[in-house]
């Protein structure tokens, strides 16, 4: 019998309290621990949904409107709006609340896509359906949408995970890491959880922003992702960070994730990444970044990238902006 749920039937809710250790030298919330606890309930929502294991199988965009402090409350929401065969779309929305003067703002709302998986990694179906009410339907035909765009999007996921090249190969502004995966880095099974990846990947970047701007930086965005390939305890991932745009106060880094079986050898490319840190003051307030000027082809190459994903993430920004504006969200 297959179970359904309205979408509000499957929203559910975590608080986190943001501790001096959850934050930057300023006090302020580093993005990776956000975006570790947003995949956290997400993954959640989605498991209570399917009734299993789930992983995360792509990430839409995250704009991080809002800085969050230390000693603040972040209420994190998620819920389930679209079930497909044995993937899922949830809904993100993540707020915090000044506990001394009791102000609430809205940090940030986006979407993920979940596969429900068995034992050994292998999607499995779902054996539940979204019933929306009427004042959810818009929400859920969105969801559907995006649904059957992100499908098209993947269909060439395998190819994907093929791809062994290296990232990049001509910037003196890059770092490589190495690590093993290890049980504490999942959550169900054997497989590496998405938000520790995503949590591992802010730390990276951040780290070699901060080293190109001698200063502090925030994580400013998150450009829609998708893994390829899932990591198992065990593996070793390598990951590649480079420096790909300068602006007047932020920059962008992309990242690229190989993971691999350090026993047969076998290697696979498991997502390639987006971030955009602001460099800020002593006060908070943004500061300007070095000037670079790309002189190689294949960094040029990557500049022009980069400067079509900035035009890009204004637009949607300002979209957030003004969705938050109107007060259209589905759940407060």
Same mark, same amino acid.
């Given at each position: 019998?297959?179970?359904?749920? %309205?979408? %509000?039937?499957?929203?559910?809710?975590?608080?986190?309290?943001?501790?001096?250790?959850?934050?930057?030298?300023?006090? &302020?919330?580093?993005?990776?621990?956000?975006?570790?606890?947003?995949?956290?309930?997400?993954?959640?929502?989605?498991?209570? $949904?399917? =009734?299993?294991?789930?992983?995360? #199988?792509?990430?839409?965009?995250?704009?991080? !409107?809002?800085? !969050?402090?230390?000693?603040?409350?972040?209420? &994190?929401?998620?819920?389930?709006?679209?079930?497909?065969?044995?993937?899922?779309?949830? #809904?993100?929305?993540? @707020?915090?609340?000044?506990?001394?003067?009791?102000?609430? %703002?809205?940090?940030?709302?986006?979407?993920?896509?979940?596969?429900?998986?068995?034992?050994?990694?292998?999607?499995?179906?779902?054996?539940?359906? &979204?019933?929306?009410?009427?004042?959810? @339907?818009?929400?859920?035909?969105?969801?559907?949408?995006?649904?059957?765009?992100?499908?098209?999007?993947?269909?060439? +996921?395998?190819? +994907?995970?093929?791809?062994?090249?290296?990232?990049?190969?001509?910037?003196?502004?890059?770092?490589?890491?190495? =690590? !093993?995966?290890?049980?504490?880095?999942?959550?169900?099974?054997?497989?590496?959880?998405?938000?520790?990846?995503?949590?591992?990947?802010?730390?990276?970047?951040?780290?070699?922003?901060?080293?190109?701007?001698?200063?502090? $930086?925030?994580?400013?965005?998150?450009?829609?992702?998708?893994?390829?390939?899932? !990591?198992? $305890?065990?593996?070793?991932?390598?990951?590649?960070?480079? /420096?790909?745009? $300068?602006?007047? %106060?932020?920059?962008?880094?992309?990242?690229?994730?190989?993971?691999?079986?350090?026993?047969? #050898?076998?290697?696979?490319?498991?997502?390639?990444?987006?971030?955009?840190?602001?460099?800020?003051?002593?006060?908070? @307030?943004?500061?300007?970044?070095?000037?670079?000027?790309?002189?190689?082809?294949?960094?040029?190459?990557?500049?022009?990238?980069?400067? /079509?994903?900035?035009?890009?993430?204004?637009? /949607?920004?300002?979209?957030? @902006?003004?969705?938050?504006?109107?007060?259209?969200?589905?759940?407060?």
């Amino acid at each position: 019998m297959v179970s359904e749920f %309205s979408i %509000s039937e499957t929203l559910v809710e975590s608080l986190y309290f943001v501790n001096p250790a959850d934050t930057n030298p300023l006090g &302020i919330l580093h993005g990776g621990n956000l975006m570790n606890w947003m995949v956290s309930t997400a993954t959640l929502a989605a498991t209570r $949904v399917t =009734r299993g294991n789930v992983l995360l #199988g792509s990430l839409d965009s995250v704009f991080f !409107i809002h800085p !969050i402090h230390v000693g603040d409350m972040v209420s &994190i929401k998620a819920w389930v709006e679209y079930i497909g065969r044995s993937s899922l779309e949830v #809904g993100v929305r993540a @707020k915090s609340e000044n506990t001394m003067t009791h102000q609430t %703002s809205v940090t940030t709302l986006s979407h993920m896509a979940f596969v429900a998986v068995d034992e050994y990694g292998e999607p499995r179906p779902v054996n539940a359906q &979204i019933s929306p009410k009427e004042e959810e @339907k818009s929400v859920y035909l969105s969801a559907q949408k995006r649904w059957e765009e992100r499908r098209k999007r993947l269909s060439d +996921r395998r190819e +994907r995970s093929k791809d062994l090249s290296a990232y990049p190969t001509d910037t003196p502004f890059k770092m490589s890491f190495s =690590r !093993i995966v290890m049980s504490d880095d999942t959550i169900y099974g054997n497989m590496m959880f998405g938000g520790k990846l995503l949590k591992l990947l802010d730390e990276f970047t951040g780290a070699l922003a901060t080293k190109y701007c001698s200063g502090t $930086v925030v994580t400013g965005a998150v450009d829609d992702m998708s893994f390829y390939h899932p !990591i198992r $305890v065990g593996n070793v991932i390598d990951i590649t960070v480079a /420096l790909n745009y $300068v602006g007047r %106060s932020s920059l962008e880094l992309g990242a690229k994730v190989f993971c691999e079986d350090p026993f047969s #050898g076998n290697r696979h490319h498991a997502a390639t990444c987006y971030y955009t840190f602001v460099h800020i003051d002593q006060n908070g @307030k943004p500061a300007p970044v070095p000037p670079y000027q790309p002189t190689r082809p294949l960094e040029k190459q990557r500049w022009k990238e980069a400067e /079509l994903r900035v035009e890009k993430r204004k637009q /949607l920004v300002q979209a957030l @902006k003004s969705m938050l504006e109107q007060g259209s969200l589905l759940f407060e």
